[in-house]
């Protein structure tokens, strides 16, 4: 029930002499959300895995995987989650926690047994998962809506009016390394994370959804004097190294989840880039 792939990292000089293909290849995740599956990635970037469960016939359970080398998969490690399909539950350890429609949950490290299942499987669950190594053991604790930081950020007239929703993140949730939250794009606006930036002490993912069928994102990529695109549809994520921005634009509004791990838990460490700065 548990498939995973290894991801390996791609240094930044290596990066710009790759086309299209390679590009997508090595950073796009383009089909985590599989019934009755758990799909892992576990990259080479700050030993950062992402994932996805949806269960619809029965109760799935998490398992390490070979590349963890350890007797459960929580053993060395924390994980998040947010729930982007039908209401589900998670048993971490024997206790249940319901988790609806863009919820959070994060795990702390040290818990043997975890499972997911959801309440209808004619509307499951679409569990996406993010795991960071852990030093320390933290509680579990779920996080709603309305226990989110909230920022509220951009304008219309620059297309990027925003709600930020920090979920899994310092001053909600105790965590050692993992950060997680949720941003969404009002009507009219495209733009997200602009200006752009990076931060050289942690990676990133984003899983776009809420993205129109017929609708596409356009993220952006590389180094900020020599930036690329991949064109991602919904439910599809792409990871950012350390040394690369990370920003994008739709032809619609949408909604992305970002996680990221790495040196520290300040979420406000970044290095920003205007519009006229980036090539």
């Not at 300040?266 to 205007?274: L, S």
Request: proline share 4%.
């Amino acid at each position: 029930m548990v498939d995973y792939e290894v991801m390996y990292a791609v240094g930044h000089n290596e990066f710009k002499s790759f086309g299209t293909e390679q590009i997508r290849e090595n950073f796009l995740l383009s089909e985590l959300f599989v019934e009755d599956r758990i799909k892992l990635v576990y990259t080479h970037y700050d030993r950062f895995i992402v994932g996805a469960a949806v269960p619809v016939k029965g109760v799935l359970e998490l398992e390490s995987i070979d590349p963890l080398k350890a007797p459960y998969f929580l053993a060395r490690r924390e994980l998040g989650m947010i729930n982007v399909g039908g209401a589900g539950r998670v048993t971490v350890d024997g206790q249940i926690y319901e988790i609806g429609h863009k919820e959070a949950l994060y795990v702390g490290a040290g818990n043997e047994k975890v499972s997911f299942e959801s309440a209808d499987e004619t509307h499951p669950a679409q569990f996406y998962l993010n795991s960071a190594p852990a030093h320390a053991q933290y509680p579990v604790k779920k996080v709603g809506r309305d226990q989110a930081k909230v920022l509220e950020l951009g304008s219309k007239e620059t297309c990027n009016e925003r709600v930020i929703n920090q979920m899994i993140i310092n001053g909600v949730v105790e965590t050692c390394q993992l950060q997680m939250g949720m941003t969404c794009l009002q009507p009219g606006s495209i733009w997200n994370t602009m200006p752009v930036h990076q931060h050289d002490r942690r990676m990133e993912t984003y899983l776009y959804i809420d993205v129109p069928e017929d609708q596409a994102v356009c993220h952006f990529m590389g180094e900020p004097k020599e930036t690329r695109h991949i064109w991602m549809a919904n439910k599809q994520a792409v990871v950012s190294p350390s040394w690369s921005i990370h920003s994008g634009a739709g032809t619609a509004n949408y909604t992305f989840i970002w996680g990221m791990a790495g040196e520290n838990l300040d979420y406000d460490d970044m290095d920003k880039y205007g519009p006229a700065e980036i090539r």
